[in-house]
């Protein structure tokens, strides 16, 4: 069993920068890839940046070389570094765990980014 709790939502300014950390309680969390997805009101829930356990990295076309995510398997911590931010990034955005072969996958409650303009 995992748990993932998120932290570091707020509102900010366009333009403006947030980081999200997601702790990870429970064994093996190394063995997890790690994403972050987000869904604004309306719309269905979306990948935004995903880490697998290797370390490689992917994103949405519209966060590429605004976001960057990375993980801390010493501390169980994924974080979601956001910069430039624009209101179309306005959503609550949520921390996710699986691993393919446990056929496992645990979600976190939210956090609320919300982008002013």
């Known amino acids: 069993q995992v748990q993932l709790v998120e932290s570091g939502g707020g509102v900010v300014q366009h333009g403006g920068s947030l980081r999200l950390s997601c702790a990870a309680s429970g064994r093996m969390f190394g063995i997890y890839d790690m994403a972050w997805y987000r869904q604004a009101p309306g719309k269905q829930r979306e990948l935004v940046a995903r880490?697998?356990?290797?370390?490689?990295?992917n994103y949405a076309d519209c966060v590429k070389a605004r976001f960057t995510i990375s993980r801390d398997n010493a501390k169980n911590t994924v974080n979601l570094q956001m910069i430039s931010l624009k209101p179309e990034d306005t959503a609550v955005y949520y921390c996710?765990?699986?691993?393919?072969?446990?056929?496992?996958?645990?979600w976190g409650q939210g956090t609320q980014v919300t982008v002013s303009s």
């Open positions: 880490v697998t356990s290797g370390g490689f990295t």
């Open positions: 996710h765990a699986d691993n393919f072969r446990l056929s496992s996958e645990y």
